[in-house]
């Protein structure tokens, strides 16, 4: 079946600092979303994308959505400690059935 | 509510029980879908209803595993004869006819002892 990877697994950041996360797959997605998911809560949607090449932005937030429609990338910029958690990419390919990646662990130190 | 909210939020069961968990969607959002999620993993898909109908039930891993939402707006999760496998965050997650964007309740933690 399909399959995402992320990475990189986990990071240690500094408070401040710019973050780069990607999500690979083998298979073609229509749709890409980002979810961040903190302890003992569900993921939270941050970002969507639809088209390949677009870039999206949500406050210090920003997606793309890669050409050949088998990636995506999440940057976060000027790192604060409540950006912590484990950051999620999800593929669709025109249903309703989501794959998930397994995840971006995000450390901030202060 | 604002939100998608799961019931209990945790659960134990002895192995061999019975389990029911249930999702109150977001008002108004037509989809509704339940995900397993294991201990440093990603959400994984187990069933999606549009309304009251179950269009997809590829995911549930087994028969002892059956979801219903008989009104088109609450759902329950129903596992039978539990498992130490079955261990792990139920979540569920509604949105609106036709979008993509799929907005997760807290989950439900189920630990089978």
């Known amino acids: 079946g399909q399959q995402l990877n992320q990475s990189p697994q986990s990071m240690f950041i500094q408070e401040g600092e710019d973050v780069s996360m990607n999500c690979t797959s083998s298979s073609i997605f229509n749709t890409w979303l980002w979810y961040k998911q903190e302890p003992g809560e569900g993921p939270v949607l941050l970002i969507a994308l639809y088209k390949a090449g677009e870039l999206t932005s949500n406050g210090r937030l920003t997606a793309q959505f890669g050409i050949t429609r088998k990636d995506s990338f999440l940057n976060i910029s000027a790192s604060i400690p409540s950006d912590v958690g484990i950051y999620f990419c999800a593929g669709d390919n025109y249903g309703q059935n989501f794959v998930f990646g397994p995840g971006t662990r995000l450390s901030v130190l202060p | 509510g604002a939100g998608v909210s799961q019931s209990p939020r945790y659960k134990v069961a002895k192995r061999g029980q019975d389990v029911a968990l249930r999702c109150d969607p977001i008002s108004g959002h037509v989809s509704l879908f339940w995900y397993q999620q294991a201990l440093g993993q990603g959400p994984e898909f187990l069933t999606y209803?549009?309304?009251?109908?179950?269009?997809?039930k590829s995911g549930l891993p087994s028969d002892r595993f059956f979801a219903e939402r008989p009104e088109g707006s609450v759902s329950t999760l129903k596992i039978q004869r539990t498992q130490q496998e079955d261990s792990a965050v139920y979540l569920c997650?509604?949105?609106?006819?036709?979008?993509?964007?799929?907005?997760f309740g807290p989950g439900t933690r189920l630990t089978v002892t």
């Open positions: 209803f549009q309304n009251e109908a179950q269009l997809d």
């Open positions: 997650a509604s949105s609106l006819a036709y979008s993509q964007e799929q907005y």
